[in-house]
């Protein structure tokens, strides 16, 4: 399937805001940390395993986009740049192009570890990966290191509409909210311009841990009978 990855890897918290800070302050933050662009996309065709293969060495991923201009003279706006790679500005609802996956981010859970999560779920994901900050934060307060994860299901096709992708999305969530007994609070991968870091498997200080099963799903999985 298609997905758009980033040019460059972050291999920290610290990188990964760095890349997507703008004005001077940004370019400052990045030449300090030894980072050349701003989160760039470029779109490539990926098997399951190599994207969580490019997810766990820090490179940062997003839905397909399509159809933007180039350069828009009046704003000043680019973007597209000269590597092929698109800006940010294009990473936008309106150039959404379709996408074989939906991406679920879980960033507070009651559960001790993103792998007893993922045990519970009765459709398995296709791949998923702990996040860079899993168990470093306490985001409810309850005494608690979060287990931090980001779940992928594939499909067999692509879903083309940006409302379609939001409503099969939402399947996807839901299922995982009954599976688990527990509400997704941040529904970010409802989103069709969402974006979803990687972490850094090749630091131990980073609590990492993934998994794959390779299982393509089709639509009516999750009982999506028609686009609506």
């Known amino acids: ?12 918290k610290e990188e990964t805001n760095a890349a997507i800070m703008g004005d001077n302050e940004g ?4 030449k300090n940390l030894g980072l050349k662009d701003k989160l760039c996309f470029k779109t490539q065709t990926v098997t399951p395993q190599e994207l969580l293969d490019l997810a766990l060495h820090g490179y940062t991923f997003c839905h397909p986009h399509s159809g933007f201009p180039s350069y828009n003279p009046q704003t000043h706006t680019v973007y597209l740049r000269k590597d092929g790679y698109y800006t940010l500005a294009a990473k936008s609802d309106q150039y959404f192009c379709g996408s074989s996956i939906v991406v679920i981010d879980i960033d507070e859970t009651n559960y001790e570890s993103a792998r007893q999560f993922v045990s519970q779920l009765s459709m398995t994901p296709t791949f998923w990966y702990t996040s ?11 005494g608690k290191l979060d287990a931090r994860q980001r779940i992928g299901y594939a499909f067999n096709q692509k879903i083309e509409d940006k409302y379609f992708f939001r409503y099969v999305s939402s399947l996807v969530h839901h299922q995982v909210e009954l599976d688990t007994n527990e509400e997704i609070k941040d529904k ?13 498997i090749e630091d131990p200080s980073v609590n990492t841990d ?10 009516s999985d999750f009982d999506v009978t028609a686009k609506g």
């Open 132 to 142: 860079i900050s899993n168990l470093t934060k306490d985001k409810n307060g309850d």
């Open 210 to 219: 993934y998994g794959i099963s390779n299982i393509i799903y089709s639509l």
């Open 27 to 30: 370019r400052v933050q990045r």
């Open 188 to 200: 970010c991968g409802l989103k069709c311009s969402q974006y979803f870091n990687g972490t850094n």
């Open 1 to 12: 399937f298609e997905v758009s990855i980033s040019k460059d890897a972050y291999k920290s």
